[in-house]
């Protein structure tokens, strides 16, 4: 019974043996690699080798196997035009050698993993999937601090930060310490945990991912928070409004664009040697207060509530003003006469906005502090462009003698004879 059992059991253990063999010899990478090898002729094998290729980056802290099935990515030589055999495109190899920066820095992903969707990081609880198409532009500000000076190859992050500034996102978020605190700070949104950055998935549809939350979000804000209102609530809990985060109608490419800024915002801290610090952006000179004044509302994102131009329109659940941020274009009828008390007004903030039902929530957005921020040299063009703001609103019409007198050219003839009965008039 004994030599029965140890028989069996020997056969069990040369099984298993042999599955796992057979396991290992058939790996998916290990059919890339077969796959790949058979379009070669005998020649060009010979600097082609099998196995599990390691790109070990001591500087960085990587290791990355992304090279055992993307084999022919520095060998255009042999590449074919099909993944995973294509040869990268452009010089990007030259300028930045796999030795020394490996792949996942740059794309995404999971370096160790051997299994395509692992290792492209489209598994649960990975947070850094890989960076498809121009959204590994975002991969490019790690390193270079001045984006003017790769503009050419990062045209989608380029045109994500002048975005980011158009749209007056600083009137609520701050990137490393410019910017306001109503809303979350971004400075390193693009490598936050799921749980810092607070992203809710309920509302989303999979991926379930940072890229396409940041999508999303930037498609329609309130889709994914859309509030919950009293009856939806226990009794006694606090209804909680939807997203005070406008809807800004982008396009797909401006979506895009603005992912890819997005991403860009790491907390990655490079050696030294891979770092090309930016130059000092120049100072810029104004014709006019108003000019200048123009730039400030620009700069600190001011059209981030109040709307492009001062015009408002930003919906404020529960706000004073109509469940609306007010415009701007009053500015100079209401504080004409008293112009301090619109500079303390901007200095001070107005937290929180006054309540159009005191018996609900204060309103999400609410006028911050920019005394600490904006110079008084800045606070004084800046009061001067909003009050030329009112020059928007619609003029009177002129009256009869008015119209005669700005339209109407003088007949010929005529000019002389009107002078001359004005002159003559008080003789009389």
């Not at 060998?75 to 035009?81: F, S, T, V």
Request: hydrophobic share 35%; charged share 20%; glycine share 8%.
């Amino acid at each position: 019974m004994r030599r029965l059992l140890f028989l069996l059991l020997s056969a069990l253990l040369s099984a298993l043996f042999v599955v796992s063999v057979w396991q290992d010899a058939h790996h998916g990478w290990t059919s890339y690699q077969r796959r790949f090898i058979k379009t070669l002729a005998k020649d060009e094998r010979r600097g082609v080798t099998g196995g599990i290729h390691q790109l070990i980056v001591k500087d960085l802290n990587r290791v990355d196997r992304c090279t055992t099935c993307h084999i022919a990515i520095d060998k255009p030589q042999i590449a074919l035009g099909e993944e995973p055999f294509k040869a990268h495109p452009g010089k990007f190899l030259q300028w930045h050698p796999p030795e020394k920066f490996g792949c996942t820095v740059c794309h995404g992903g999971q370096g160790l993993a051997t299994e395509v969707e692992a290792a492209h990081g489209d598994v649960k609880h990975w947070e850094d999937p890989l960076l498809r198409g121009a959204l590994v532009q975002a991969s490019c500000r790690q390193c270079h601090g001045d984006l003017q000076q790769i503009a050419e190859h990062v045209p989608m992050l380029t045109q994500g930060k002048q975005l980011f500034h158009a749209k007056g996102c600083y009137g609520c978020h701050a990137i490393k310490d410019f910017g306001q605190t109503v809303s979350q700070d971004l400075t390193e949104v693009g490598s936050k945990s799921y749980q810092l950055l607070e992203a809710d998935f309920e509302n989303m549809a999979p991926p379930h991912d940072r890229i396409h939350w940041f999508m999303s979000k930037l498609n329609n804000p309130r889709h994914l928070n859309p509030g919950v209102r009293p009856e939806q609530l226990p009794p006694g809990e606090e209804e909680v409004f939807p997203s005070a985060m406008p809807n800004f109608s982008l396009s797909e490419q401006e979506i895009q664009a603005l992912t890819v800024y997005l991403l860009s915002l790491t907390a990655s801290n490079l050696p030294v040697s891979y770092v090309i610090p930016g130059q000092p952006e120049p100072t810029p000179t104004y014709a006019t207060p108003v000019e200048r004044g123009k730039a400030v509302f620009e700069k600190y994102g001011c059209a981030a509530c109040h709307g492009i131009g001062g015009v408002g329109g930003r919906k404020n659940w529960n706000g004073g003003l109509g469940n609306e941020v007010p415009p701007l274009l009053y500015v100079k009828a209401y504080y004409g006469s008293d112009v301090e008390s619109l500079k303390q007004l901007i200095r001070n903030g107005r937290q929180p906005v006054p309540r159009a039902d005191p018996k609900r929530p204060n309103p999400g957005l609410y006028m911050p502090a920019w005394k600490d921020r904006i110079s008084e040299t800045d606070l004084d063009a800046l009061v001067a462009y909003l009050f030329s703001l009112s020059e928007r609103l619609p003029q009177p019409p002129p009256s009869a003698s008015q119209a005669q007198s700005w339209w109407s050219p003088e007949p010929k003839g005529q000019t002389q004879s009107r002078s001359e009965g004005s002159a003559e008039q008080p003789a009389s």
